[in-house]
């Protein structure tokens, strides 16, 4: 029995409270000259990518703008991220250090993986800062692909890529806080395991296709055996 276990991270790892958010206003601000109608706008689920499209379009901006501008984009987002995030404490949900030791000592069965709508240097720098980047072997990310559905198949190749092991579908969980997550698999009929830690509750996740939803991460020997499962 191998598991190659998928982990959402803002809402369900960790919540960097706000600062992300700040620092992508500011650098659609500084390089496409508007941040759209961001105030209210719904970040979670989706792709770092598809947010900047989805507000600059409401700001009237061509795709061919606005992909002529992304890579300056995430250059200036990444910049305003590591220059705010320092600063600022990032919350680590309870549980999470004691799932990610948990998972990590079953190496010989177990692959921790990422599957965010992150830019990956963005996914990264969060979890640095929240001390739990060293966990995660491979991901899947925003910055490969706009559609989050896209991206637990991009997950899987790399898992195979680094293993050798070519995991079914029933052999891969993801772990998130969003309808998004729990859906996102759906296609490959990968199952999904939700969290209450983001906005959404349990009714919207179980909606979503959930297959077992917890408050937190915090009860370690049942999760775990609901992920091993
Ligand atoms: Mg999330």
Redesign the pocket.
Known sequence: MTRLVLF?????LLSARGVPRIAFGGALEEVFGTAGPIEGHQF??KTDPQIARELLRLAGRTDAEIDRGLPSLWECYLGRLERTLPGRDVLVYPGVRELLDELEARRELVVLGLLTGNIEPGARLKLRHAGINNHFQVGAYGSDHERRDRLPAVAVHRARQLTGVHFRASDVVIV???PA?MSCGRSLAVRALGVLT?RYDRAALEAAGAFRVFPDLSATAEVLSAILS
């Open positions: 959402d991270i803002d809402g369900t979670d689920g998130g806080d969003t997550d983001g």
